[in-house]
């Protein structure tokens, strides 16, 4: 079982960035792979990036490749987000989720653990 507690968000004007953590508890954390999901007003919640159990497997959306970079350190049980260039369609609440990798990377279904959500605000 693992704990996700996500910090780092705020209010950060377009063009500029924001560095995600996501927290876990635990002895377990590297026998899970890591994914970022967000969500914004009105809007299902949607795939951001993922990163398997040792790092050395990363996914992104297409809608942030080039922009964010996902991480881990698995030594302080802490993975990561760094956002670059973003704008205001960046907007929404930021998840973190952790999986056995024996589901979709991309898609809620294959995450088992949740953290609270983080909000990042980009303003024009």
């Known amino acids: 079982q693992v704990q996700l507690v996500e910090s780092g968000g705020g209010l950060v004007q377009a063009g500029g960035s924001l560095r995600l953590s996501c927290a876990a508890s635990g002895r377990t954390f590297s026998s899970y792979g890591m994914g970022w999901f967000r969500q914004a007003p009105g809007k299902e919640r949607e795939f951001v990036a993922a990163i398997s159990r040792s790092g050395g497997v990363i996914y992104y959306a297409d809608s942030v490749k080039g922009r964010f970079t996902i991480s881990r350190d698995n030594a302080k049980n802490t993975v990561y987000l760094q956002m670059n260039s973003l704008n205001p369609e960046d907007t929404a609440v930021y998840y973190c989720?952790?999986?056995?990798?024996?589901?979709?990377?991309?898609?809620?279904?294959?995450?088992?653990?949740w953290g609270q959500g983080t909000q990042v605000t980009v303003s024009s």
């Open positions: 989720g952790a999986g056995q990798s024996r589901g979709p990377r991309d898609r809620e279904e294959g995450y088992d653990y």
